[in-house]
């Protein structure tokens, strides 16, 4: 730590700009803060360096570099952002205090949100607000997307306007969840943002341990592979969970996500705690005539669709295609190569799965299979009832911050099936047990006679 | 304003997708026959009713300001009737109902520096989370990462000459909001240190309780220290998730000497050919090096060459590897293997190579 002497001020400045643009004068005294105190100990040109002379403009000699290069910088864009809105402009100034201590300035956490909803708002403070007075509170709000992230210009304009009326002008298109997020939100903000939000007809997302909005691919809208109908699925039960996304009830997150196909666009065996992967139980159906026209244009059908065919179901005889259907497990591959002769079967369907999730906290999972085939259709009668059954038990036998993954891994998955009234299946599993440490709970007491 | 003097409606969920659907999608709406990829980043889906809707895929930098999403508007409102989607890799989807309008707004999204490609056997877009930008928890930046990548690898996403496709992903720490687990390459923020606790602030900002049980190693103890109720850690213990900085502000595991990135591959999502994959471990650890972090993209380059020279047509990352081995891909890449790749954490034995079937 520095001595006191070389912590003064070489120009004390006297004003800063707030939220709305006007100057006003600096409520505290940084020599009397601890806080700056501590952070100054570890590099006293700090403040010359990021607050400069000039108040309007951050100096940012190492984001400055990211303005070169083909790929589009976000920095250019930050900095054009920065010259019209303080948060914007502060966020770059914390950011390239970031880049030169090579360390994060957020601070996590605190209850804020919009009144009745417990979700779609995530607190994020700065940790060197003295600095960056403008992004002191610099909240999340989840804005839940359209199914299959379809947008009009019209709306995009729309939710570009609220945003630059309420809060820092920038967003994330999209979050890693699906949600279209506003970035950087003083708290007084969010139910004026909300209000604008809920009146041209958009509602907030979820977060914390709510059911997290749920997102598709873009299934029928644009995509022949569809088995469902990924976008009426997601917002039918979007809507129909209203309460479960706006108030954490569950012992921790859930996400569902909507696949069309098992090409999962959009990684919902990874990513996701229900995943509904689109399939088909029938003959893949094959267009002969389409078949001769990809071998017409030069397409080697043996070494790129028979031979990577992870079944060898698939066979040229004499320029036709035929498919042995009962070997197929469904990978899409000979499709995706051909996708103007094959196309899914006519029944179709859904597998799901379930426990899929990042590594915190018991490691990463991918979801494994729950129900080997489900028929989709509206009103997803058959799939809501499971999906109560399932919360049903993981409200009651899951501990706080234990994804539905964990906790199957941790009562058995045997003993999840039977709770939620499904049947053991061989498809549930890649092969049988290898241990033989079985907890029989079956068995003769002394005297019993085995029943005939 | 105070919230009495505002109109309040709740619940009433996202406005419905039919709104925003392009006419020709409407019309066309669960009758897509086929689509063919008509140059890198333009494709056109065709209709049994022999309707076509064309697409330009654009990347983005996803964290975009409201005047950025404006430009893609003005764009898409001249050549698209104001049609546009997003890609799960946040991508930007044009959708055009005329062939004619593919050049001029091509020629558009250049000038505006925006590029097209991400389609086929191209590297698409990095999925990526915050990072310093806006994360407590980010033991990196995801956004200057994926610019300094893409940078190295803009070629990659403007052409279709790779193997199969490749999915980068960047996850700025090991809650891993972005799908790194399950990418051909993965590149994710590591801190290396456990928490530093300031322990007049914990009695005040945490739970004990919940600050313990958040532990997934339970390294976490109570303890009274120097008189006050707080916790210890079992420095052996922690392997440094971060899950108590999450419940815990005063145990903040931000560290620029020892923060950094480590580099995993040859995972996938899709169950084209082989089942969906985890991403393996290639390189424990590279050093924060902003802005550009040369170290890593010049590993991730190397590490895309390297499949792009000896990978299979159809061969995904981790298709390649299963088929030559990891010993030769660690050989190949030029990587060293360290025990740090060999697992140790909770069924590290699944791990453990159980045959005689080696490569020489």
Redesign the interface.
């Known amino acids: 730590m520095k001595g006191r002497k070389d912590i003064a001020w070489k120009g004390v400045r006297k004003q800063r700009i707030d939220q709305w643009g006007h100057i006003k004068p600096i409520e505290n005294d940084f020599l009397l803060n601890p806080l700056l105190l501590d952070i100054r100990g570890s590099g006293i040109e700090r403040k010359e360096y990021y607050m400069a002379d000039e108040i309007k403009k951050r100096k940012t000699p190492?984001?400055d570099?990211?303005e070169?290069?083909?790929?589009?910088?976000?920095?250019t864009?930050?900095k054009?952002?920065a010259e019209k809105k303080p948060k914007?402009n502060d966020?770059l100034g914390q950011?390239e205090l970031?880049?030169k201590?090579?360390?994060?300035?957020?601070?996590?956490?605190g209850l804020v949100g919009v009144?009745?909803?417990g979700g779609g708002v995530i607190g994020?403070y700065s940790d060197s607000s003295e600095l960056f007075p403008n992004v002191k509170a610099?909240h999340?709000c989840r804005v839940?997307?359209?199914?299959?992230?379809?947008?009009?210009?019209?709306?995009?304009?729309e939710?570009?306007?609220i945003?630059?009326k309420h809060g820092s002008?920038?967003?994330?298109?999209?979050g890693?969840t699906g949600d279209f997020v506003f970035?950087?939100a003083d708290t007084d903000a969010l139910?004026?943002c909300f209000?604008d939000l809920?009146?041209a007809?958009?509602?907030l997302g979820g977060s914390g341990s709510d059911m997290r909005t749920p997102?598709c691919?873009?299934g029928?809208?644009?995509?022949?592979f569809?088995c469902y109908?990924t976008?009426d699925m997601t917002?039918d039960i979007?809507?129909t969970y209203?309460?479960e996304l706006?108030r954490p009830a569950f012992v921790y997150k859930w996400k569902f996500k909507m696949a069309g196909c098992?090409?999962?666009?959009?990684?919902?065996?990874?990513?996701s705690d229900l995943a509904v992967?689109g399939t088909w139980r029938d003959n893949i159906r094959i267009d002969q005539s389409?078949v001769k026209e990809y071998l017409d244009k030069g397409l080697n059908i043996t070494?790129?669709v028979i031979m990577?065919?992870?079944k060898q179901c698939i066979s040229l005889d004499r320029n036709e295609l035929r498919i042995n259907n009962e070997d197929c497990?469904?990978?899409?591959?000979c499709l995706?190569?051909m996708?103007?002769a094959l196309?899914p079967g006519k029944d179709k369907g859904a597998t799901i799965l379930i426990g899929g999730k990042?590594?915190?906290?018991?490691?990463?999972l991918?979801s494994s299979v729950l129900v080997p085939f489900m028929k989709i259709e509206k009103p997803y009668t058959e799939f809501k009832d499971l999906i109560e059954r399932i919360w049903e038990f993981w409200d009651e036998h899951g501990v706080?911050?234990e994804r539905i993954g964990e906790c199957i891994q941790r009562v058995g998955m045997g003993n999840f099936v039977e709770a939620i009234g499904l049947e053991p299946l061989p498809e549930m599993v890649s092969s049988p047990r290898d241990n033989p440490y079985i907890f029989y709970e079956e068995y003769l007491e002394e005297g019993e006679e085995e029943e005939e | 304003m105070t919230t009495q003097a505002l109109e309040r409606k709740t619940d009433m969920g996202p406005p419905h997708y039919e709104r925003f659907l392009h006419p020709i999608i409407k019309e066309n709406y669960g009758k897509w026959r086929y689509h063919e990829t008509l140059k890198p980043g333009v494709l056109v889906h065709v209709s049994e009713t022999g309707a076509r809707i064309y697409t330009v895929r654009a990347g983005s930098p996803r964290l975009v300001s409201v005047d950025f999403i404006r430009m893609i508007c003005d764009l898409a409102d001249k050549y698209c009737d104001g049609y546009l989607r997003f890609t799960s890799r946040n991508n930007i989807e044009f959708l055009l109902a005329d062939k004619e309008n593919i050049e001029p707004l091509i020629k558009g999204l250049n000038l505006k520096g925006l590029p097209v490609g991400g389609t086929n056997n191209a590297i698409s877009n990095i999925v990526h989370t915050q990072g310093w930008v806006h994360c407590h928890s980010a033991a990196t930046d995801a956004s200057g990462l994926v610019k300094s990548m893409m940078d190295e690898l803009y070629d990659y996403f403007t052409t279709m000459k790779l193997p199969h496709k490749l999915r980068i992903a960047v996850a700025c720490c090991l809650n891993m909001c972005g799908a790194v687990h399950c990418s051909d390459i993965a590149i994710l923020g590591i801190h290396r240190r456990p928490p530093k606790i300031d322990h007049n602030a914990l009695k005040n900002v945490c739970e004990v309780p919940t600050t313990v049980s958040s532990c997934p190693t339970a390294a976490i103890r109570p303890a009274t220290v120097e008189g006050i109720q707080s916790v210890e850690v079992d420095e052996d213990k922690c392997m440094y998730c971060g899950n108590c900085f999450t419940v815990c502000p005063a145990m903040p595991l931000a560290d620029s000497l020892n923060d950094g990135v480590s580099i995993w591959v040859g995972g996938k999502v899709s169950n084209a050919r082989t089942e969906p994959m985890f991403t393996k471990l290639a390189i424990p650890y590279l050093p924060n090096n902003p802005p550009r972090w040369p170290e890593v993209t010049s590993a991730v380059k190397n590490i895309v060459e390297v499949y792009a020279k000896h990978a299979r047509r159809y061969e995904r990352v981790g298709e390649w590897i299963n088929r030559i081995g990891w010993p030769r891909f660690f050989k190949q890449a030029g990587l060293e293997f360290t025990k740090y790749h060999i697992d140790d954490f909770k069924h590290a034995g699944t791990t453990y190579k159980r045959s005689t079937q080696l490569t020489q």
């Open positions: 190492l984001l570099e990211l070169e290069g083909p790929w589009p910088s976000f920095v864009d930050l054009k952002m914007a966020l950011l970031s880049y201590e090579k360390k994060g300035h957020w601070k996590h956490g009144a009745g909803y994020r610099f999340t839940n997307q359209t199914s299959g992230w379809f947008y009009t210009t019209e709306a995009l304009r939710l570009c306007d945003w630059d002008g920038l967003t994330n298109v999209h890693s970035l950087g139910e004026p209000s809920t009146k007809g958009w509602d997102s691919c873009n029928p809208a644009r995509c022949e569809a109908d976008l917002y979007t809507m209203q309460d706006h098992p090409n999962d666009c959009v990684a919902s065996i990874a990513r992967i389409a070494s790129d990577k065919c992870p497990v469904k990978c899409m591959h995706n190569v996708p103007k196309r990042a590594p915190i906290m018991e490691g990463a991918l706080s911050r």
